[in-house]
Nanobody, 116 residues
Framework: QVQFVESGGGLVQPGGSLRLSCAVS????????MSWYRQAPGKERELVAR????????TYADSVKGRFTISRDNAKNTVYLQMNSLNPADTAVYYC?????????WGRGTQVTVSS
């Protein structure tokens, strides 16, 4: 069974930082691609960052580029999202995402709230 363990969300002041983590268990192989998405109230879910295990290639939404950094621990099938210089627009539920066996798998989400 594929299981997600997400952590790191919470309340932070503008300009602050948070580090999200997502560990995917129940697999005997390394996940090829891991991503972070987020969804704010009244908005569509959007891709925040993505990392490809084989190449190390990363992709970021324009709104977070330069502030967020995605990284991975392939041996643990764990993906991280370091979020710096947070602003209220970053407030959202953040979801870990992986494609497996032609299906989409999502973590339950972790709330990030940026407020003074």
């Amino acid at each position: 069974q594929v299981q997600f363990v997400e952590s790191g969300g919470g309340l932070v002041q503008p300009g602050g930082s948070l580090r999200l983590s997502c560990a995917v268990s129940g697999l005997t192989f390394s996940i090829g691609r891991m991503s972070w998405y987020r969804q704010a109230p009244g908005k569509e879910r959007e891709l925040v960052a993505r990392i490809i295990s084989a190449s190390g290639s990363t992709t970021y939404a324009d709104s977070v580029k330069g502030r967020f950094t995605i990284s991975r621990d392939n041996a643990k099938n764990t993906v991280y999202l370091q979020m710096n210089s947070l602003n209220p627009a970053d407030t959202a539920v953040y979801y870990c995402h992986v494609p497996l066996w032609g299906r989409e798998y999502w973590g339950r989400g972790t709330q990030v709230t940026v407020s003074s």
